[in-house]
T-cell receptor
């Protein structure tokens, strides 16, 4: 079983809608959780991290963590075409970071 | 520098040759990670350096892969006797410390193609 699982998509949403990206993890020892955005041909860039249960908001982005259910999600409000990218979920266990395979998001103008 | 830098940006080599990939982390970052990303795949952890501690090599796929970090800064990933399955983008990341709440900053990557 992979440490981190994501639906590969593709996920398509119309411009202005809410995009919801989900991630589950297997190790209850996971300490911190990260969402990265990766444009095609580019390296990952951090969007948000979260380590406490609940919601964390940053502009149009909200990360949600539920440790009991072992999932973390990312909501993107008022989606823009520039949000079209692959979104990688990562969890931190000790010294290592485990990444999911990413969810491809397309925002349709 | 302002960010993590990697060189070369692209490397094409023939099967069986050795290659060296370089990573220059953000100044002051003590932790350095190497990953590889194959087409359509997630990031695969390779090796981790933290300060002067022994590196965590648990992700290296074979003994053809090795890495070193000189002076706690620049790191070199070496792949000996390259194989076609080594073709991937090799990403380096650095972070300030090992706390799970800290974050990694990625370099632009080296795209390796083994013919």
């Amino acid at each position: 079983q992979k440490e981190v699982e994501q639906n590969s998509g593709p996920l398509s949403v119309p411009e202005g809608a809410i995009a919801s990206l989900n991630c589950t993890y297997s190790d209850r020892g996971s300490q911190s959780f990260f969402w990265y955005r990766q444009y095609s041909g580019k390296s990952p860039e951090l969007i948000m991290f979260i380590y406490s249960n609940g919601d964390k908001e940053d502009g149009r982005f909200t990360a949600q963590l539920n440790k009991a259910s072992q999932y973390v999600s990312l909501l993107i409000r008022d989606s823009q075409p520039s949000d079209s990218a692959t979104y990688l979920c990562a969890v931190n266990i000790g010294n290592q970071f485990y990444f999911g395979t990413g969810t491809s998001l397309t925002v349709i103008p | 520098g302002a960010g993590v830098s990697q060189s070369p940006s692209n490397k094409v080599t023939e099967k069986g040759k050795d290659v060296e990939l370089r990573c220059d982390p953000i100044s002051g970052h003590t932790a350095l990670y190497w990953y590889r990303q194959s087409l359509g795949q997630g990031l695969e952890f390779l090796i981790y350096f933290q300060g002067n501690s022994a590196p965590d090599k648990s992700g290296l796929p074979s003994d053809r892969f090795s890495a070193e970090r000189t002076g706690g800064s620049v790191s070199t990933l070496t792949i000996q006797r390259t194989q076609q399955e080594d073709s991937a983008v090799y990403l380096c990341a650095s972070s300030r410390w090992t706390s799970g709440a800290d974050t990694q900053y990625f370099g632009p990557g080296t795209r390796l193609t083994v013919l």
